[in-house]
């Protein structure tokens, strides 16, 4: 009796830290944001290449708030912002800027667990850890998961969560979809998927997802991290490397007339340190007057000590008419 009574106070304990855990990721959270420069050693520079820095974020929870492993995000034309983490956590918030448009914090700040089939929190990395993320106009949520590669539709209705068509490819258990984008240029109900290792493919709600071996492939030593379509139909990839000696580096690819037989690719981005940079995993791109597109880049900072978790923006000018 002793023996069944110790076990079921372990059961009542176990479930109230799982509870606890779960309630401690739901709800509003304070964000501090610090300002970070393009160049720590050159404090004046804003331009890099055809690129206008606008404004970076060093972001934290305060009081020791949860809040780290961001994967990937969406930002609509009124600043609201959805990430995802690795862990299973959904960040949503707004975005606030300076009177020069630059960025200058995040406000409005709530933490919702990702939840699985049975309504409750994924309950272990295996399950959780999302890596691509993507809203519908109907303002459905799309998520990629690795390890248990898998993409989920969340209905915005509420509702448990459907599998969506997804590439048709051996992945390894930490080298899953990575990149995940509405391409709303090649149809309704078309989105695209990246691999780590580099392969991209155009998938449809109804129908399978067809490979397009004619999309870049990460340069030697990068894997693919994120992609995003822009407002145009173009196509934006971000490849990272990093190693003990050269830390982090990135590559931001734009690509036209991505499904067509000829894909032009342009690098536009490249940040290696000194610069500032990161474990950037996200990516969003919005158009703004005059045809500016403003990227957005977000790194995962594995909630390591050695990490940041940085969101940082660019402005990219239409080209000049002839």
């Avoid at 949503?92 to 929190?121: E, F, I």
């Avoid at 990460?218 to 000696?245: C, K, M, T, V």
């Amino acid at each position: 009796m002793q023996k069944r009574w110790a076990l079921l106070v372990v059961i009542a304990l176990l479930a109230a830290c799982t509870a606890k855990a779960q309630s401690d990721r739901s709800g509003p959270v304070t964000i501090s944001a610090q300002a970070v420069f393009l160049n720590p050693q050159a404090l004046g520079q804003t331009q890099i290449g055809a690129l206008t820095y606008a404004g970076g974020l060093a972001l934290t929870g305060a009081d020791g708030q949860r809040l780290g492993g961001l994967s990937d995000l969406v930002i609509d034309a009124e600043g609201a912002l959805t990430a995802i983490s690795d862990e299973g956590d959904r960040l949503q918030a707004r975005l606030s800027t300076g009177p020069d448009g630059r960025l200058a914090g995040l406000d409005q700040a709530r933490l919702n667990p990702v939840l699985g089939l049975d309504n409750k929190a994924l309950p272990s990395k295996f399950e959780a850890d999302a890596e691509g993320l993507a809203v519908w106009p109907n303002g459905d949520l799309m998520v990629s998961f690795e390890h248990n590669h898998r993409i989920w539709l969340y209905p915005a209705a509420g509702g448990a969560p459907l599998p969506l068509p997804m590439p048709d490819v051996a992945m390894p258990p930490n080298d899953g979809m990575e990149g995940l984008s509405l391409a709303p240029s090649q149809g309704l109900d078309a989105y695209w998927v990246g691999v780590e290792a580099g392969g991209i493919w155009l998938c449809r709600i109804k129908t399978d997802c067809n490979a397009y071996p004619a999309l870049p492939l990460p340069p030697q030593g990068y894997r693919l991290s994120g992609l995003r379509e822009g407002p145009d139909g173009q196509l934006f990839i971000l490849h990272h490397s990093w190693n003990p000696a050269q830390g982090s580096r990135i590559v931001l690819s734009v690509i036209t007339d991505p499904a067509g037989p000829a894909p032009k690719t342009i690098q536009i981005l490249s940040l290696a340190p000194p610069l500032s940079t990161d474990n950037f995993e996200g990516i969003a791109v919005t158009k703004a007057a005059g045809g500016v597109l403003r990227i957005y880049l977000l790194s995962d900072d594995n909630f390591s000590k050695t990490q940041r978790t940085l969101l940082m923006a660019f402005d990219l000018a239409p080209p000049a008419r002839p």
